[in-house]
Nanobody
């Protein structure tokens, strides 16, 4: 059973960096696309980024483009989200999600993801 597990969140000051990890035990070759979402208190879940494992193609929400970078380490079945130049408005619970087997391209809607982690809290505050 595929189960993503996020880690790496924390409390940091504005302008700082963090690296989030998503360990995806049970990940198969047919699981092509892995995404990151975030949800702040009182707000809807927001798509942040997605990477297509075998092409390396990555896409980002406009709000994080140029500051966040997603990467995979297939040998470890782990996906990373590097967060730089963090802002207060980046504070949220960050979730890793995997699209169903056979879906080749990244999706931005949460309903296109079948497997979700429990999330890791990122708090940016001075």
């Amino acid at each position: 059973q595929l189960q993503p597990v996020e880690s790496g969140g924390g409390l940091v000051q504005p302008g700082s960096s963090l690296r989030l990890s998503c360990a995806t035990s049970g990940l198969a070759q047919e699981h092509h696309a892995i995404g990151w979402f975030r949800q702040a208190p009182g707000k809807e879940r927001e798509w942040v980024s997605c990477i297509e494992r075998f092409t390396g193609r990555a896409i980002y929400a406009d709000s994080v483009k140029g500051r966040f970078t997603v990467a995979t380490d297939d040998a470890k079945s782990t996906v990373y989200l590097q967060l730089k130049s963090l802002r207060v408005e980046d504070s949220a619970v960050y979730y890793c999600a995997v699209q169903p087997a056979g879906f080749a391209f990244c999706a931005q809607r949460s309903e296109h993801y079948d497997y979700w982690g429990q999330g890791t809290q990122v708090t940016v505050s001075s």
